[in-house]
């Protein structure tokens, strides 16, 4: 018996809108007469026209409101049902509340009234303020909360610009820059008489560092390598072992000077990715 008169006498919320203009007797006095009734928990699908068809079973109604983003302007999880009478506002609390539309067990509780404002969202992104701290994922209502869509969004973006896979990069282009520098100092190896070897080496590092300005400025290194080479082949004919130990020497020279300079190229990289990651 107890259990009957719940459902024929619906208790009153004790939800209290602090924009309810007026004294705790209006919010009394309007609460108590209302024939609206608030509906929670919707799908951000479920459409207007399923609302009358469910809401529709218990009474005559006057008409449904679907709650907003304020915003995007689209449905975000909430509605006013409005009936004509109070009795069927209280029939639609005792016998929808907690029922299945689109899968969800939805929430129907008195209403003190709808005034035009009220169908749209309260939250600072727009849609309902639970769907901002929401923690759990839920599909029916654009999955996890905006706060947590928020963070996980920075997290992926930290993770692009992470500096792992750049400094990855610099380091296999310096290896490539290494490399391609050997080779060429190869063909630079060829020459005739005592000074093949230093003409290698020779060749070797102005290729190094023949790549390394190739990254920036062009193919002209290619025309200035093979002068180069030219050059150093008629004095290694003529200079004999005391040139190619000359030569040797000032291409060790160069070699610590490019090296200097690609390490302080890419320290200054290294720097502006953990600039851009804090």
Known sequence: MSKLLRVLNPAITQYRDRRFEGTEADWEHALATSTT?????????????????????????KRIVMGLDKIQKTPCGFAFAIYY???????AVAFLNG????ERAIRVDLDWGFVEGRQYGRGRSGGQVRDEFRQDYDPGRGGYGKLVQAELMEQMGMGMDGGAPGGGGRENKRQRVQGEGGGRGGRGGQGRGGAAG??????QQGGGEEAAEAEGGGGGGGAEERAEQAEEQAQGAGGGEGGAEEMEAEGAG???EVEAEIDEDFAGGDAEAYEGDG
């Open 37 to 61: 009734v608030y509906v929670g928990n919707l799908a951000f699908t479920t459409r207007e026209e399923q609302m009358y068809d469910v809401f529709g079973r218990v009474g005559h109604i």
């Open 85 to 91: 009478t109070r009795r069927d506002a209280e029939e």
């Open 99 to 102: 029922t299945l539309v689109d």
């Open 198 to 203: 230093g003409r290698g080496e020779e060749g």
């Open 254 to 256: 160069r070699e610590v």
